[in-house]
């Protein structure tokens, strides 16, 4: 299979039939280039908010609500993209209004007319203050007919325990929106170490460019990137493949779930079979050296 990581711009839409068509577009664009999974990024719905107008997108709260109502017809498009195209897509996170309260939510559609979702564990500081978004679980594994998929929105993917517990998972897809350079560095980090210890394909999205209507995502640095374990039948960086940062469009590489499996029964390393080895109290002696 393929799989598409997009670094997304976010636009300044006129109307629904902008988002739409550029939806389309670059749904059209991976699925021309033969991609059978295509990851957008956290927090590329945030685009959604423009829709309001200007003032909405001073009220970060007011633009949450509104992003938040308009989530079922995104899903409905997204529905409809991934039928007609014959792809499995993981749709850009959003905030959406759970119980009253924000929460950061990415959907996985796929061509078959399903789909779930999958909420940010862990917020960052300013996700909790100002913003008020909150972390919600469970954690789950998609079972799809690409595989099992596992989602760490961004942050999530800087806390092994988390991919861990979804380490039955062939893919692991890590949507990011990072405002600097060091922000992108720890995600990728995390997500190429998360490969390492799951003996897993991780997928990573970002954001890219400047966005001044909405001062959550005014600023956004990455790239699309694809890691493996750096085992058999991968490359020994483990990167499968990277963009060029803050260039936008979709970066893609071709994974056999084969692979996989082989890196976990036959590599060289046994990362995800020796896990269990650190479970239990952990003694550690302290020295005084002075």
Same mark, same amino acid.
């Given at each position: 299979?393929?799989?598409?990581?997009?670094?997304?711009?976010?636009?300044?839409?006129?109307?629904?039939?902008?988002?739409?068509?550029?939806?389309?577009?670059?749904? %059209?664009? !991976?699925?021309?280039?033969?991609?059978? +999974? *295509? =990851?957008?990024?956290?927090?590329? $719905?945030? &685009?959604?908010?423009?829709?309001?107008?200007?003032?909405?997108?001073?009220?970060?709260?007011?633009?949450?609500?509104?992003?938040?109502?308009?989530?079922?017809?995104?899903?409905?498009?997204?529905?409809?993209?991934?039928?007609?195209?014959?792809?499995?897509?993981?749709?850009?996170?959003?905030?959406?209004?759970?119980?009253?309260?924000?929460?950061?939510?990415?959907?996985?559609?796929?061509?078959?007319?399903?789909?779930?979702?999958?909420?940010?564990?862990?917020?960052?500081?300013?996700?909790?203050?100002?913003?008020?978004?909150?972390?919600?679980?469970?954690?789950?594994?998609?079972?799809?007919?690409?595989?099992?998929?596992?989602?760490?929105?961004?942050?999530?993917?800087?806390?092994?325990?988390? %991919?861990? !517990?979804?380490?039955?998972?062939?893919? +692991? *897809? =890590?949507?990011?929106?990072?405002? $600097?350079? &060091?922000?992108?560095?720890?995600?990728?980090?995390?997500?190429?170490?998360?490969?390492?210890?799951?003996?897993?394909?991780?997928?990573?999205?970002?954001?890219?460019?400047?966005?001044?209507?909405?001062?959550?995502?005014?600023?956004?640095?990455?790239?699309?990137?694809?890691?493996?374990?750096?085992?058999?039948?991968?490359?020994?960086?483990?990167?499968?493949?990277?963009?060029?940062?803050?260039?936008?469009?979709?970066?893609?590489?071709?994974?056999?779930?084969?692979?996989?499996?082989?890196?976990?029964?036959?590599?060289?390393?046994?990362?995800?079979?020796?896990?269990?080895?650190?479970?239990?109290?952990?003694?550690?002696?302290?020295?005084?050296?002075?």
């Amino acid at each position: 299979m393929k799989l598409a990581a997009a670094a997304y711009p976010l636009d300044e839409l006129a109307d629904w039939a902008a988002y739409e068509a550029k939806l389309t577009a670059w749904v %059209a664009d !991976a699925a021309g280039q033969g991609a059978d +999974l *295509l =990851v957008f990024p956290e927090y590329g $719905a945030m &685009e959604l908010a423009s829709l309001g107008g200007a003032d909405l997108c001073a009220d970060l709260q007011a633009a949450s609500r509104h992003i938040s109502d308009l989530m079922p017809r995104v899903g409905a498009l997204h529905l409809a993209l991934a039928a007609r195209y014959g792809v499995h897509i993981l749709g850009a996170s959003a905030p959406v209004i759970d119980a009253g309260r924000i929460v950061n939510r990415a959907c996985l559609y796929t061509p078959s007319g399903q789909s779930g979702h999958q909420d940010k564990v862990i917020m960052t500081l300013w996700e909790r203050d100002p913003w008020g978004v909150i972390g919600q679980g469970p954690l789950k594994i998609f079972e799809t007919a690409l595989g099992r998929i596992a989602i760490n929105i961004c942050y999530d993917s800087e806390f092994p325990l988390l %991919a861990r !517990a979804q380490s039955a998972a062939d893919l +692991l *897809l =890590v949507p990011s929106c990072t405002e $600097a350079l &060091e922000g992108y560095w720890r995600v990728r980090i995390g997500t190429m170490a998360r490969a390492l210890e799951g003996q897993c394909v991780a997928v990573m999205a970002s954001v890219v460019g400047e966005y001044p209507l909405l001062e959550a995502v005014d600023t956004s640095t990455g790239t699309g990137g694809i890691f493996g374990p750096p085992d058999k039948g991968f490359p020994p960086t483990g990167v499968l493949a990277e963009g060029q940062m803050n260039q936008p469009g979709w970066t893609i590489a071709e994974v056999a779930l084969a692979d996989i499996t082989r890196a976990r029964t036959a590599g060289n390393v046994r990362n995800r079979a020796h896990w269990a080895e650190q479970t239990g109290e952990i003694e550690v002696e302290h020295h005084v050296l002075a």
